[in-house]
């Protein structure tokens, strides 16, 4: 669409004027490149009451306007029967790994055996997964050998369908911390390991960020703690000044900074340095949640890894090492509670999901979770969509319907304020103006 023609429609749509914005082009111009959506409700940006019966036009990949009632479309536009259904803005992962779900000693032999560019079709495998599911945006904190920057190139050029990918190339750590891939491996196996990613002192993790900066990662994602998958434990597994030299060398790129953090001192630590999100958090206690709240850290909870966990535990017992398990015995008991004290105290909540602990395109698993921990369906989905987008810095271009904003929609049976699980089972999905789940 040409500019003018592009403004008489976002003027004539504020003025709530169609006909002029309609007129403004030919019926087969119009034709093919409108999209007319009935939607029977809409919660049009979370947070807000929902909207009854409405007209949603999509055109060029954006939503052009929202109308009351039913308009009936012009000649030749294509329309979208949504009536019976309620429709509201693609939702938001803002932690998945999207190269792989395998995980656990079935994880490592998959490591050992299957090729780069096998994996890379997996890559995008899982991420087809996710955005059927009604994710049409995630932000993917951290995989090897650039499968996944990979990924979100070919999406941009158009070469294969995806969501909208914000990446952080490979995830940052100290030598024998949490990304440290050779723990837990026999030396003789170490060199295969790429060691880039890691570093050790003030220079090497500003290099480290560099490094992934110049790779095109979109965010920096490291970790201040051990992890329970790699088996490093709660401790802090990094120095203050290093952690610092991480956080403000990634700042002063323009990126923000997602930290992996289990224990409460490498929570602290990262909250007190300027982090922008806190991954896990698994014991959030009231002192740092308040002092979230004044650095206006977001928490992104990761709930739903425990689904991944106790299904892969009941099929195999011995699906991890032992040391591995006693870990994740313990991330089963403890889930939830820091949210319980992070939420009412006034964290800002990002819905994220770890996805690849757990399974892709089970994302919307983390719904039931959030709201089994203290948070309203509405807070849930708010969190998946207005939290979201305004941590990974896109609020100005997704996470509620509004007049120029991408047309990332989707929709389902039923309410999901009454019942979230609902959010489980996408009746229609339609990522930048392009539907991808057909009613």
Known sequence: MKPSTLALALLASTAGLAA?????????????????????????????????????????GRIAALHDGYLPAPAGVKVIDLKSRTALPGLIDSHTHLSSDRAGNEGLAAAMTDSIPLNSYETQWNGMKTLRAGFTTVRNLGDEKGKVLAYREAIRRGWVQGPRILD??????????????????????????????????VDDCRRAVRRQVG?????????????????????????????????????AYGRKVAVHAHGIDGIKLAVRLGADSIEHGTTIDAETAKLMVKNGTFYVPTLSTVNGYLERLAANPNAYPPLIKKQIDWRIGITGKSLQVAFPLGVKIAFGTDAGVSKHGRNADEFEWLVKFGMSPMEAIKAATVNAAALLGLDKEIGTLEVGKSADIIAVDGDPLADVRVLKRMTFVMARGEVVVAP
Do not use: Y
């Open 20 to 60: 002029v914005a309609v007129s403004a082009q030919a019926p087969s111009e119009l034709a093919s490149t409108q999209t007319w959506i009935h939607a029977g409700r809409v919660i049009a940006i979370p947070g807000q009451a929902p909207r009854g019966a409405t007209t949603i036009v999509v055109q060029d």
């Open 215 to 251: 790779r095109g990662a979109d965010v920096i994602k490291f970790a201040t703690t051990g992890g329970v998958n790699s088996g490093t434990g709660l401790a802090t597994r990094i120095f203050e000044d290093e952690a610092k030299a991480i956080i403000d060398t990634a700042h």
């Open 168 to 201: 952080a190339g490979e995830s940052i750590s100290t030598s024998g911390g949490h990304m440290d891939g050779r723990v837990g491996l026999a030396d003789e196996m170490h060199p295969m390991i790429g060691t880039e990613n890691l570093c050790d002192g």
